[in-house]
């Protein structure tokens, strides 16, 4: 019986993909987006969120009269600013086989009170002037109580299972407390919903302490909630670094950048920030675990490193191919094509993000460039290849703006596949995975400060790179970037080491080239 079940199931799914590839040919239907459905299968634990942050920004005014305290006065400016942002108007859906977004018309902000093991102590809610009024004050403590308790209940579940079993908590303490049930489900959904923000004391003079993410593993929002904030605030300034961890279903890396970029605008910077030096090769935080238990072992990284060599070999590329490749040597084709000659790379599939504008009745997201350097690379000598290679990554990234790459095709593909075929399919052949997606993935946020990589359930063996502004001032008196890696639980650790490798070699080559 249970083969004639999966049998069924497989001829359904097949029935459903070519009756919207039809539907499409006819001009039934639009194709789906495919990048959202993608990343609702594939990131689904705690390690698969991205971070990014801000430093020394002013914290506003208080906007109420009792709001003196700068934590206060964090979450109410907060409040106030997301009020403004529709790309903070997102909650998460945990379903079985997927994770998708809603949108919805206010966005509130919960303060999060934690001790330092990691145990949720009391929250306090900032209610947007957009939603529905509160409850009464009986119910709203009934609701934070059974809140708290859930959270501590659920949090060492992995993140798949926690958002819908800390929902289950909250409803059934609700009616033992007495709180009408309609009133108080309403409520403690909403709460759910919102931002997460937490404080986190920390000696903002040590750049060890300053600069190295906080443990967002140990501090998880409230489940629905796509973006969490972690602030330090600086007293003395009246100054706070704003952490903001994100779920990719909600929002894409540069989207989130431009986001907090309008935020320095809003508040101003009342300090001007010094990164670290670079690191030479060594990591500045980690490796260290980021994950939830019962999931996917990873580790994360962060170094800071001096590109100028690179952007220096970049230009000479650009000087001599500009004219042959299609466009520019970018530095993402750049970095895929150096990492491919170092041997713990070598042979290996990458894959670079491009961020896409929205078009043609799409909103705007993401798709990915994905090659393997080596198919090019068919001879002696570092740049044997090159061209070709070159050429190809530009023509893939112009198809990707444009929404026609393979990479696309095949997800929207994907996407017309009943959410549990699509996650059915992925986890039966993984090995696919990393021949559309590549074992190793570079991702660049040019505006970014310290950019947190994302990670996968499944695939990118050899991890993730992420690469933030290569024009961070640093304490040395020059310039540095921040790069962070995240990837498997004891593979990591010597990647700063070849990423500085690397650079080293970028002299020599900007000598072969010119």
């Known amino acids: 019986m249970g083969s004639l079940v999966r049998v069924g199931a497989n001829i359904a799914a097949?029935?459903?993909?070519?009756?919207?590839?039809?539907?499409?040919?006819?001009?039934?239907?639009?194709?789906?987006?495919?990048?959202?459905?993608?990343?609702?299968?594939?990131?689904r634990s705690e390690s698969t969120r991205f971070a990014l942050s801000a430093f020394g920004l002013l914290v506003p005014d208080a906007a109420a009269p009792n709001d003196t305290a700068l934590g206060a006065r964090t979450a109410r400016?907060?409040?106030?600013?997301?009020?403004?942002?529709?790309?903070?108007?997102?909650?998460?859906?945990?379903l079985k086989p997927v994770t998708i977004r809603r949108r919805i018309g206010f966005v509130d902000v919960v303060v999060l009170d934690f001790a330092p093991g990691g145990r949720l102590e009391a929250i306090q809610p900032y209610l947007a002037a957009g939603g529905p009024p509160a409850p009464a004050d009986e119910v709203r403590a009934q609701v934070h109580t059974a809140i708290v308790a859930g959270y501590n209940h659920t949090s060492q579940l992995p993140e798949i299972e926690r958002p819908r079993r800390l929902l289950d908590a909250v409803r059934g303490a609700i009616p033992a407390n007495g709180a009408l049930p309609n009133e108080a489900d309403g409520y403690a959904r909403r709460l759910l919903s919102a931002c997460s923000l937490s404080f986190e004391q920390r000696d903002l003079s040590d750049p060890v302490q300053r600069f190295a993410p906080p443990a967002f593993a140990s501090r998880r929002t409230l489940g629905f909630g796509y973006l969490s904030w972690v602030a330090r605030t600086n007293p003395s300034r009246?100054?706070?670094?704003?952490?903001?961890?994100?779920?990719?279903?909600?929002?894409?890396?540069?989207?989130?950048?431009?986001?907090?970029?309008?935020?320095?605008?809003?508040?101003?910077?009342?300090?001007t920030v010094a990164f670290p030096a670079a690191a030479d090769g060594a990591p500045f935080v980690g490796p260290q675990p980021c994950h939830a238990p019962g999931e996917r072992a990873v580790d994360q990284l962060i170094t800071f490193v001096d590109l100028s060599p690179l952007f220096s070999l970049r230009r000479t590329l650009n000087t001599r191919y500009a004219g042959d490749i299609g466009g520019e040597v970018t530095v993402g084709t750049l970095i895929a094509w150096l990492l491919a000659q170092e041997p713990e790379f070598n042979g290996v599939r990458i894959a670079s993000t491009v961020d896409v504008a929205a078009s043609g009745g799409y909103e705007r997201d993401v798709d990915v460039v994905s090659l393997r350097p080596a198919d090019y690379a068919r001879g002696d000598g570092p740049w044997v290849g090159f061209t070709e290679y070159a050429r190809e990554f530009n023509r893939q990234v112009a198809a990707a703006r444009t929404r026609t790459s393979p990479v696309r095709v095949g997800m929207q593909t994907a996407g017309l596949l009943p959410a549990w075929a699509h996650a059915a399919a992925v986890r039966a052949n993984p090995a696919a995975l990393d021949e559309t997606f590549g074992t190793l993935c570079v991702t660049i946020v040019r505006e970014a400060r310290v950019f947190i990589a994302p990670m996968t359930d499944l695939g990118l063996g050899h991890g993730f790179f992420a690469i933030g502004s290569g024009?961070?001032?640093?304490?040395?008196?020059?310039?540095?970037?921040?790069?962070?890696?995240?990837?498997?639980?004891?593979?990591?650790?010597?990647?700063?080491?070849?990423?500085?490798?690397?650079?080293?070699?970028?002299?020599?080559?900007?000598?072969?080239?010119?």
């Open 14 to 43: 097949i029935a459903s993909v070519l009756t919207g590839k039809a539907m499409i040919a006819m001009g039934l239907r639009q194709a789906p987006e495919g990048w959202r459905r993608t990343v609702g299968v594939l990131l």
């Open 471 to 514: 024009n961070l001032p640093s304490s040395s008196g020059g310039r540095v970037t921040a790069v962070s890696v995240k990837g498997d639980a004891g593979r990591i650790a010597h990647y700063p080491a070849i990423l500085q490798r690397l650079l080293e070699r970028c002299a020599t080559l900007n000598a072969q080239v010119s």
């Open 238 to 271: 009246g100054s706070v670094d704003l952490w903001a961890s994100a779920h990719h279903v909600g929002l894409d890396g540069v989207p989130l950048q431009d986001l907090l970029e309008r935020l320095e605008r809003a508040w101003g910077i009342a300090e």
């Open 77 to 94: 400016g907060l409040l106030e600013f997301l009020a403004q942002e529709p790309d903070a108007h997102f909650a998460l859906e945990w």
